[in-house]
Nanobody, 119 residues
Framework: QLQAFGGGLVQAGDSLRLSCAAS????????VGWFRQAPGKEREFVAA???????YYADSVKGRFTISRDIAKNTVSLQMNSLKPEDTAVYYC???????????????WGQGTQVTVSS
């Protein structure tokens, strides 16, 4: 029901825009989060947006990434600027958190999209 897309291979300093689309339901009133998982590492919080449009960011991406919501398209996007090699990971979107938006306790997860940043 969630599909994340927009990943790719870019160079350090470039930008990418990821999008998360929902089918079958609208998530305009619910929090949506972005997480990432690098090889050999645990999945970690990146950013989230609440139903009230409050945004949350991991310290590692604050000032470089921007999360936004498009109600008409029923999508949540993650604009990633000034990408670094350490941003390389599979990025997942998730919706309907049961707990803190920074936790992994979301009911729905997308399949992930690969972001690779070369140095």
């Amino acid at each position: 029901q969630l599909q994340a897309f927009g990943g790719g291979l870019v160079q350090a300093g470039d930008s990418l825009r990821l999008s998360c689309a929902a089918s079958g339901r609208t998530f305009s009133s619910y929090a949506v989060g972005w997480f990432r998982q690098a090889p050999g590492k645990e999945r970690e919080f990146v950013a989230a947006i609440s139903g009230a449009y409050t945004t949350y960011y991991a310290d590692s991406v604050k000032g470089r990434f921007t999360i936004s919501r498009d109600i008409a398209k029923n999508t949540v996007s993650l604009q990633m600027n000034s990408l670094k090699p350490e941003d390389t990971a599979v990025y997942y979107c998730a919706a309907y958190p049961r707990d803190n938006v920074r936790s992994l306790s979301y009911d729905y997860w997308g399949q992930g999209t690969q972001v690779t940043v070369s140095s």
